[in-house]
């Protein structure tokens, strides 16, 4: 029988020759495409750009701005270093550079190792979403590292501080930018008025929400960004639900766009607006 031994990361049960199990490699790669999401929605919350109020109407004396802007701030430190410091270990890692021409769209298993191998010595820089995505493509060389266990631990609890510091906004609908300083603001479902703290400019979050509406229909993207930009806009729903209803036939993939593993498949992409409708249609049977 092969010998088998406990996931450090889990504590399940692997084979002797992985560092960490395949379940948790799957749901690292899932959190590591979603922290550029999370980064800029941590930035959000640090820069003090959501009013929340009672949603009662016009603007009343309880609408202030939300009072936990340093823990984000420390959620997005510990983020940041945390991605950076994992950069940094693996791209000290010894990695041999092969001369020659290779296909970047292929997946032949030349090309592959020859194209993550000149990615690693290259410096993905400081931004959060940079190193994530950065990460995200040298995961193989993260699970054969010998300290794959405690980089996974150190990761998932960086992310999970991050999410769970922008929870509390969960209801948040977004308002779009400030015409002035191009910041983006968002108010709580019910709210008449969304102010722009650094500007002190009020804006009507419905006649903005109509706007944001009208930009952003016709764009295509992932399951998971569809559903952030629905939710954001008040139409909640998961990233699950959009790939059940492609599944069933209920919404079209309209495209495909790059893995972010140079080995991953295709991501089917959807339109906003398709999926809003879904929603929409969802609730409105609820209701009924």
Not at 16 to 23: D, F
Not at 42 to 47: D, G, K, R, V, Y
Not at 221 to 247: F, I, K
Request: glycine share 8%.
């Amino acid at each position: 029988m092969p010998l088998r031994l406990r996931c450090p990361a889990c504590g399940l049960d692997m084979a002797a020759s992985l560092n960490v199990c395949k379940p948790c490699v799957s749901s690292l790669q899932r959190d590591l495409a979603d922290v550029p999401n999370l980064a800029l929605h941590l930035e959000f919350a640090a820069t003090g750009q959501v009013r929340m109020g009672s949603g009662g109407g016009g603007r009343s004396d309880d609408e202030t701005p939300v009072p936990w802007n340093q823990k984000a701030r420390d959620a997005q430190k510990v983020l940041a270093e945390t991605l950076t410091a994992w950069v940094t270990v693996i791209r000290s890692a010894p990695v041999t550079i092969y001369p020659g021409p290779t296909c970047r769209a292929c997946k032949h298993r030349t090309c592959v190792a020859m194209n993550l191998a000149r990615d690693r010595v290259t410096n993905p820089g400081q931004e959060i979403g940079d190193t994530a995505r950065w990460l995200a493509r040298q995961h193989a060389a993260l699970v054969a590292h010998p300290e794959a266990g405690r980089a996974f631990d150190e990761l998932r609890d960086a992310i999970r501080r991050g999410r769970r510091t922008i929870d509390r906004r969960a209801d948040a609908i977004y308002a779009g930018p400030c015409n002035q300083c191009e910041r983006d603001l968002y108010a709580r479902p019910g709210a008449t008025l969304v102010r722009c703290q650094p500007c002190q400019l009020d804006y009507v979050v419905e006649r903005r929400r109509k706007w944001m509406l009208d930009w952003v229909t016709d764009m295509l993207g992932s399951a998971t960004w569809t559903s952030q930009v629905a939710t954001a806009l008040g139409y909640r729903v998961g990233a699950s639900t959009v790939r059940v209803w492609a599944s069933r036939g209920r919404i079209l993939i309209r495209g495909f766009e790059p893995s972010l593993s140079e080995t991953g498949d295709p991501i089917p992409t959807y339109r906003v607006g398709d999926v809003i409708t879904l929603v929409q249609d969802r609730d409105a049977r609820k209701v009924s």
